[in-house]
């Protein structure tokens, strides 16, 4: 029971913060041999922190739902970002299996995080389309092990000069659909779970709607201070270990 803890705390500090939540599982279960059930395993982790999103960001959701203009360009966001990782769904799957394009892609996180310490004027409160188009297509990259959903379409949000409380809040609120459109697809293709699984699996869900709720806090805060592009520098770190260790 403790691997499915230590899981759903990495799943739920990871898949908010920016540092990749897709590229610590893939490691973390090569360290920890968890080798069968992996696929019920992500999906009931992901379960955790959808739920954890939709907690922290109830009050946000309602008011995008009222927001026409904001409600638009969400969707347009979801949109070009769900048909990216549809289209590609066999390809990303396969990257899965090779720990080295983790450490590559934590490179590539790392250094667009750094990137926005440089940014100073954030000075936009509004949207337009081509934030939009932009945003949906950086946010398919996320899709790729090792790149942050959180960390590349708030930064994206960043170079485009949007203020910070909108970028993380709007980086979140187009979250949801796509992380629950991908753990819907990902439970048709659960055939069966033991019995013995199913209490270690309740316990990865509790922890990692826990851990998320608290990574939320976490990043909100960091964010506000201007701190954001600390991650970075976690990322490159995860790196230098993923290459030289993970094989």
């Avoid at 934590?106 to 000075?123: C, D, E, M, S």
């Avoid at 945003?135 to 485009?160: D, E, H, K, Y």
Wanted: charged share 15%.
């Amino acid at each position: 029971m403790i691997k499915y803890i230590i899981l759903g705390l990495v799943q739920g500090f990871t898949e908010f913060l920016p540092v990749s939540s897709s590229g610590h599982l893939v490691i973390l279960q090569n360290i920890l041999g968890i080798y069968s059930n992996q696929l019920a395993v992500s999906v009931v982790l992901h379960f955790g922190t959808l739920f954890a999103v939709i907690i922290f960001f109830r009050k946000d959701i309602i008011d995008l739902l009222k927001n026409q203009n904001l409600l638009r360009q969400a969707f347009l966001v979801v949109i070009i970002t769900g048909t990216i990782g549809f289209l590609g769904r066999d390809f990303f799957e396969k990257l899965f299996s090779y720990p080295k394009l983790v450490g590559a892609a934590w490179i590539f996180t790392g250094l667009v995080l750094i990137a926005t310490k440089k940014i100073t004027r954030l000075n936009r409160d509004k949207l337009k389309l081509t934030d939009a188009l932009i945003l949906g297509l950086t946010q398919g990259l996320a899709i790729i092990p090792g790149v942050s959903r959180s960390g590349i379409t708030i930064s994206t949000l960043f170079f485009r000069k949007i203020q910070r409380e909108l970028a993380f809040t709007f980086s979140f609120l187009v979250s949801i659909p796509i992380i629950l459109g991908a753990v819907l697809l990902e439970i048709r293709k659960i055939e069966s779970v033991p019995g013995a699984e199913i209490k270690n699996l309740a316990v990865g869900f509790v922890f990692s709607f826990i851990a998320g709720l608290f990574a939320l806090f976490l990043l909100k805060l960091v964010i506000n201070k201007a701190k954001f592009y600390y991650f970075g520098y976690y990322c490159l770190f995860m790196a230098v270990i993923t290459l030289l260790f993970i094989k």
